[in-house]
């Protein structure tokens, strides 16, 4: 199939997203880049358009409904995530039984028409773009992070020092069992910057 690249990245971001839900504590959730500016959204405001516009997102342009409630009745770190991967769960039983026609049939785009592979890759660079503020506030927070597509500071630092690529849980169902991350190495001693200061 000429778009299973699509549904293997689907796969890979909805552990991506659940990963670094899970580096947040519950008591994160009100906070937001600065505390007085209402245009930055605070953790749970996140989790709440994840959950939101990939649900509007899959309903509205690529027809596939999974007929739950996009948001978890208890806004809790942990309940967001478990509702968030049972949905995208869904989502992708769903994509799996597409063929290639589908995926290259033209849908709506806000007020455009586009294939729905082209959606699909507009989907995932959304919601990388979200994850990747969600990973700022993280380090603001002096939270550790774990690996999300390469290493991190907390991993080992640069690619070129061979530093490791470290995820916090090898799979969902690993997150989902409240299992314990992955041990992160000891801070390295070599710059973890191009630019060290």
Same mark, same amino acid.
């Given at each position: 199939?000429?778009?299973q690249?699509?549904?293997?990245?689907?796969?890979?971001?909805?552990?991506k997203?659940?990963?670094?839900?899970?580096?947040?504590?519950?008591?994160?959730?009100?906070f937001r880049?600065h505390?007085?500016?209402?245009?930055?959204?605070?953790?749970r405001?996140?989790?709440?358009?994840?959950c939101m516009s990939?649900?509007?997102?899959f309903?509205?342009?690529?027809?596939?409904d999974?007929?739950?409630?996009?948001?978890?009745?208890?806004?809790t770190?942990?309940?967001?995530?478990?509702?968030?991967a049972?949905? *995208?769960?869904h989502? /992708?039983? $769903? @994509?799996?039984?597409?063929?290639?026609?589908?995926?290259?049939? =033209?849908?709506?785009?806000?007020?455009?028409k586009?294939?729905?592979?082209?959606?699909?890759?507009?989907?995932?660079?959304?919601?990388?773009?979200h994850?990747?503020?969600?990973?700022?506030?993280?380090?603001?927070?002096?939270?550790?992070?774990?690996?999300?597509?390469?290493?991190t500071?907390?991993t080992?630092?640069?690619?070129?020092?061979?530093?490791?690529?470290?995820? *916090?849980?090898?799979? /969902?169902? $690993? @997150?989902?069992?409240?299992?314990?991350?992955?041990?992160?190495p =000891?801070?390295?001693?070599?710059?973890?910057?191009e630019?060290p200061?």
């Amino acid at each position: 199939m000429r778009y299973q690249f699509l549904i293997d990245t689907y796969e890979s971001e909805l552990l991506k997203v659940a990963s670094v839900w899970s580096m947040f504590h519950d008591e994160d959730l009100p906070f937001r880049p600065h505390p007085a500016d209402r245009r930055g959204r605070s953790v749970r405001e996140h989790m709440v358009h994840q959950c939101m516009s990939e649900d509007g997102w899959f309903k509205n342009m690529l027809g596939i409904d999974v007929a739950a409630p996009p948001l978890p009745p208890n806004e809790t770190r942990m309940e967001f995530i478990r509702r968030y991967a049972e949905d *995208a769960g869904h989502r /992708l039983d $769903a @994509l799996r039984l597409k063929d290639d026609a589908w995926w290259e049939e =033209e849908v709506g785009f806000f007020k455009v028409k586009r294939s729905r592979a082209w959606v699909m890759v507009r989907r995932i660079a959304h919601t990388s773009h979200h994850r990747g503020q969600q990973m700022t506030i993280l380090r603001v927070l002096n939270r550790e992070l774990h690996s999300n597509y390469g290493p991190t500071a907390d991993t080992g630092g640069l690619p070129q020092n061979q530093a490791p690529v470290i995820y *916090a849980y090898p799979d /969902l169902a $690993a @997150l989902l069992s409240g299992a314990p991350k992955t041990p992160l190495p =000891e801070p390295p001693s070599i710059p973890v910057s191009e630019r060290p200061q």
